[in-house]
């Protein structure tokens, strides 16, 4: 079998506000076949945007780590990525 598209493992997004520690995304692993259709669902507050904004790099993960084709998508992403991403096409693309 070929290797997935997209593996997360062990992701964990914690926000500090004012009060106590916000644990967005508690341990999320999963991992997507390449060419299969994958629904991530929860209840509102669940983490999907949170977890969504880590994959596409807008975000950086507490702790675990996200691998998109190949590359790691978990680590501040290099200039020239973070350039394109800023682009107002990738803006709209990326937004969830
Ligand atoms: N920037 C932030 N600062 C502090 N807390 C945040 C931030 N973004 C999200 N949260 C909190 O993290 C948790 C997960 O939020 P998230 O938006 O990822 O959930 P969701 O599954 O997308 O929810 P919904 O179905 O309502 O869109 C919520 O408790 C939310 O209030
Ligand atoms: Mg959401």
Redesign the pocket.
């Known amino acids: 079998m070929p290797a997935p598209a997209i593996v997360v493992t062990s992701l964990v997004k914690t926000?500090q506000?004012r009060g106590a520690p916000?644990r967005?995304?508690d341990d999320l692993s999963f991992s997507v076949q390449r060419g299969s259709i994958f629904g991530l669902l929860?209840?509102?507050?669940?983490?999907?945007?949170?977890?969504l904004r880590i994959m596409t790099t807008l975000a950086r993960p507490t702790s675990g780590s996200v691998e998109v084709l190949g590359y790691d998508r978990s680590r501040p992403r290099s200039r020239s990525a973070a350039t394109s991403a800023s682009s107002s096409r990738n803006r709209q693309r990326t937004s969830c």
């Open positions: 926000f506000g916000i967005a995304v929860g209840p509102n507050g669940a983490g999907k945007t949170t977890t």
